[in-house]
């Protein structure tokens, strides 16, 4: 059974900096591309920010491009998310989720990001 176990999060002023963490359990980690989505209130969960296997290719929302940063340490079976210059637009509940072909099978709990203005 996978595991996605996320952490980081919280609240931040507008322009501040968060990193958020998941940590997976199982042996597949290091062959599966990984992502990031984020659900506002009232909005569907969208899609922010990806990572095939070796970590050699990334994928960003153009909303969060030049902002956010997503990477992956294999042998932590850890992928991250540094979000830098935020904006209270960017407030949203985060999940994690690891990819399988053209779907993501597994999530995280989800953690929420608040910007303040």
């Known amino acids: 059974q996978v595991q996605l176990v996320q952490s980081g999060g919280g609240l931040v002023q507008t322009g501040g900096s968060l990193r958020l963490s998941c940590a997976a359990s199982g042996r597949s980690f290091s062959t599966k591309a990984m992502g990031w989505f984020r659900q506002a209130p009232g909005k569907e969960r969208e899609f922010v920010a990806a990572?095939?296997?070796?970590?050699?290719?990334?994928y960003y929302a153009d909303s969060v491009k030049g902002r956010f940063t997503i990477s992956r340490d294999n042998a932590k079976n850890t992928v991250y998310l540094q979000m830098n210059s935020l904006k209270p637009e960017d407030t949203a509940v985060y999940y994690c989720?690891?990819?399988?072909?053209?779907?993501?099978?597994?999530w995280g709990q989800g953690t929420q990001v608040t910007v303040s203005s």
């Open positions: 989720g690891r990819g399988t072909g053209d779907e993501y099978d597994y």
């Open positions: 990572i095939n296997w070796s970590g050699s290719s990334t």
